[in-house]
């Protein structure tokens, strides 16, 4: 069982956007005692989706504790420098809040658009995190990859963190497992997979970090979860579908994807990710709108209290 379970808010992407409402939404996560805010990403999808590291400098603006993330980031199909300068602003500026969630993900059509091949994203994906590692820990950088070509890079301010700002990778296949168990700094699990799942899966990439000679102590565990929560569960399978369905589409399966019900019934299904065998475990969860009824009523299910 983890000692530390940190509660945590993926900010629901939602059509229109209401900049208000999420000005509200951040500013009450904070006052309530959540410990992080995360935001998704994708150039191109049907409901609107604001550029991740944008999001999270105007979040940073009106927070000054919760800690910052991307969950995740479809980051093989962006330039790593750019990434690199952005992401060591945002930590600069914050105060050191910035965790990096990366991710393979993305449509084709995302990936035809921005000029990089679809098929060597985790090629471009390895060396996007090479690089960001070296510009935020070195001086007069000299790299000559697959991709990039770089020429006497020193980038400042560096990250407020050191030696940078920590990368976990999301996915949820074995081979990404080993993958980030070698290069990575954690793992997000990805929603909709249940909590034996996850727990299972930190198994798997500590021991692959063992097998690596890594301290899997030193890893980072969080999950993306689907919640909508109610006093009354017919109501909260409602808001859910109407949120999921438009993000996934007609198809998507809620009652097997996501947490919906009354508080008791949300509470114990989400403490079963803390059954996990590491120090920490960080929930990212993703209310199924920007209802401060509802984030309060999370708040309290979770014993989530100022900090």
């Known amino acids: 069982m983890a000692d530390t379970v940190n509660v945590g808010l993926r900010i629901p992407s939602i059509h229109p956007c209401d900049t208000d409402a999420l000005r509200s939404f951040v500013l009450e996560a904070e006052a309530l005692g959540f410990h992080s805010i995360w935001v998704g990403d994708h150039v191109f999808y049907r409901v609107d989706i604001l550029d991740p590291m944008t999001m999270l ?3 940073a603006a009106q927070t000054t504790r919760v800690r910052l ?3 995740v980031m479809l980051t093989a199909y962006r330039n790593p420098v750019l990434l690199a300068k952005a992401a ?3 930590d600069h500026l914050s105060g050191g809040r910035l965790t990096l969630g990366v991710s393979i993900g993305g449509t084709e059509a995302e990936y035809n658009s921005l000029g990089v091949a679809m098929n060597k994203r ?3 994906l390895r060396e996007n995190v090479a690089i960001m590692r070296r510009l935020w820990a070195e001086e007069d950088v000299e790299y000559d990859g697959n991709f990039h070509r770089i020429e006497g890079g020193t980038m400042t301010p ?3 963190q050191k030696p940078g700002v920590p990368i976990w990778f999301g996915g949820n296949s074995e081979v990404m497992q080993r993958r980030l168990a070698g290069i990575a700094d954690g793992w997000i699990g990805p929603g909709g997979a249940p909590a034996d799942n996850f727990v ?3 198994k798997r990439v500590r021991e692959f970090a063992e097998e690596q000679g890594r301290d899997p102590d030193s890893l980072g565990f969080g999950k993306l979860i689907n919640v909508s929560i109610d006093p009354s569960r017919e109501r909260a399978l409602a808001l859910a579908r109407a949120h999921w369905n438009s993000y996934y589409g007609p198809n998507f399966n809620v009652e097997r994807s996501a947490i919906c019900g009354e508080p008791e019934e949300v509470g114990a299904a989400l403490r079963e990710f803390g059954e996990a065998e590491t120090p920490e ?3 990212a969860i993703e209310i199924s709108n920007l209802d401060l009824e509802q984030l309060q009523l999370l ?3 979770m014993g989530v209290k100022p900090a």
Do not use: Q, Y
């Open 122 to 124: 985790v090629t471009h």
């Open 200 to 202: 299972a899966g930190v």
């Open 158 to 160: 560096r990250p407020a």
């Open 299 to 301: 708040a309290e299910t």
């Open 281 to 283: 475990v960080t929930l």
């Open 57 to 59: 400098t105007w979040v």
């Open 69 to 71: 993330g991307t969950a």
């Open 88 to 90: 060591s602003s945002l």
